[in-house]
């Protein structure tokens, strides 16, 4: 089970607002940047969202990040067929001295 | 562009000790700032940190497998190694390399390679 708590799925329909959760506790999310990675099918994570709320360059703005104490939430709006994938939150935690990730979010577009 | 790329051993045997090389291009290894990373997934999980090694040596590796594993830089060559001894099933994974920024902060990463662990 992972230190940093993600719905196993989430869905949405095209055009739809969808957000995934990632709970975490003071020692990591409360201390600690937080990072969004996508997994699209067979390839490998790709940076989504920096430092809580920065988009790297090329991500959509459709793409966005927030944090707000122990908690982070990765928000899509005008959700595309393409954006159906696998999301994951990453921040250090600082009691295990480790670099850890959430355990994902499956991502479906209906 | 930086982009990186794995290599190496893709079925082993339990007790044997993994090798995989990540070629970097695009880049010079020596960049002031980051680090250089080894993240594993198992077959249908998620994704597990292993550790770094920065251009100068200096490595980090996660605790759970800190006793088994060695990050190394090779500068001339521009790549990076990760070694994981006494390797168990538990260890079948894609092995993806990454640099690393902040903690947490990997950017870009290899395309991963399978390692498969089976008698």
């Known amino acids: 089970q992972s230190v940093l708590t993600q719905p196993p799925s989430a869905s949405g329909t095209p055009g739809q607002r969808v957000t995934i959760s990632c709970s975490g506790s003071?020692?990591?999310?409360?201390?600690?940047?937080v990072y969004w990675y996508q997994q699209l099918p067979g390839t490998a994570p790709k940076l989504l969202i920096s430092?809580?709320?920065q988009r790297p360059s090329g991500v959509p703005d459709r793409f966005s990040g927030s944090k707000s104490g122990t908690s982070a939430s990765l928000a899509i709006s005008g959700l595309r067929s393409e954006d159906e994938a696998d999301y994951y939150c990453?921040?250090?935690?600082?009691?295990?001295?480790?670099?850890?990730f959430g355990g994902g979010t499956k991502l479906t577009v209906l | 562009q930086l982009q990186l790329q794995e290599s190496g051993s893709g079925l082993m045997k339990p007790s044997q000790t993994l090798s995989l090389t990540c070629a970097v291009s695009?880049?010079?290894?020596?960049?002031?700032?980051?680090?250089w990373s080894w993240i594993r997934q198992p077959p249908g999980k998620g994704l597990e940190w292993i550790g770094y090694?920065?251009?100068?040596?200096?490595?980090y590796y996660t605790p759970s497998l800190k006793s088994r594993v060695t990050i190394s830089v090779d500068r001339s060559k521009n790549q990076f190694s990760l070694r994981l001894s006494s390797v168990t099933a538990a260890d079948t994974a894609v092995y993806y390399c990454?640099?690393?920024?902040?903690?947490?902060?990997?950017?870009?990463w290899g395309q991963g390679t399978l390692v498969t662990v089976s008698s």
């Open positions: 990454a640099r690393e920024g902040d903690p947490g902060w990997f950017h870009p």
């Open positions: 695009g880049g010079s290894i020596n960049s002031g700032g980051y680090s």
């Open positions: 090694s920065y251009h100068s040596g200096s490595t």
């Open positions: 003071s020692s990591n999310i409360g201390r600690s940047y």
């Open positions: 430092r809580n709320n």
């Open positions: 990453a921040a250090w935690d600082d009691s295990l001295s480790d670099v850890i």
